[in-house]
Structure formats: C-alpha cells, structure tokens
C-alpha cells in the first residue's frame, strides 16, 4: 500500500509582491515583516528599525555636543 506523503505541500501561504521598500529599494513580499506609510509606501520592518536607530544615534550625537558646548559657555 503506497503512502500518500504530502508533507511537500508545506503551506498554503499565498507570496505576493507588496512593493518596494523606501529604504533599500528591493522588492518587498507579504511574506517579509514590513511596515506601511500614510499615504503611501512601504518599507522591511527591519529597515526601518535601522533608520530609526540611525536617527537616534544623530540626535544624540548632536545633543552631546550642544551640551559640551554649554559647558564652554560661561
Ligand atoms: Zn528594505
């Protein structure tokens, strides 16, 4: 008796394309984890974390000199 082994069939998950990410341009699937802009745009939720801590990271640097430089400002 033959098994009928179906176990290649390992989901039924529809990839779709959704677009292209606003940070790194490459093509974004509804399978990536990704986030989406008002009104439009899309972006891998890992780039977008990345931007974000880039940001940060310019802010605090900027914040830092600005209060070294009260520090100087007598
Ligand atoms: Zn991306």
Redo the contacts with the bound molecule.
Sequence with gaps: MPKHNKSWVKSKTIITLVGT?R????E?LNTDSFVSFYPKGH??Y??MREDDELQKKVLDSVEKQLQQEKKFDW
Aim: proline share 0%; with cysteine; hydrophobic share 20%.
């Design positions: 990410c940070y790194c341009s490459k974004l972006a891998h890992q780039c």
